[in-house]
């Protein structure tokens, strides 16, 4: 299972950008999907999670401003990232839950992507 992660980039703080991560195996539409992210000198952290008929739960740093959704039709999740600040500064990674449920645990993620960065400039 291949999870090809893009829509990073550099953005002024306040902007928005749109990641999209596409599965390589057409199961995960019966997955949990999740995204995460790691800033420079931290650990990897939860950022939203999608369960396979589209409950959501986001992380409290990006609740109101970032939004997860699927198409399982093209195998794939999205992150909407609005109101962009400076600690939003990461690289994003998406998975795939080892079960259908939408989890914030990072242990229940059995696939992961390589990653995109996101930068927001102050």
């Known amino acids: 299972v291949q999870l090809q992660a893009s829509g990073g980039g550099l953005v002024q703080a306040g902007g928005s950008l749109r990641l999209s991560c596409t599965v390589s195996r057409r199961t995960s539409s019966n997955n949990g999907m999740g995204w995460f992210r790691r800033a420079p000198g931290k650990e990897r952290e939860f950022v939203a999670t999608?369960?396979?008929?589209?409950?959501?739960s986001y992380a409290d740093s990006v609740k109101g401003r970032f939004t997860i959704s699927r198409d399982n039709a093209k195998n794939t999740v999205y992150l909407q990232m609005n109101s962009l600040k400076p600690e939003d500064t990461a690289v994003y990674y998406c998975a795939v839950a080892r079960g259908s449920s939408a989890t914030s645990r990072l242990d229940m993620y059995q696939y992961w992507g390589q990653g995109t960065q996101v930068t927001v400039s102050s």
């Open positions: 999608i369960s396979w008929r589209s409950d959501t």
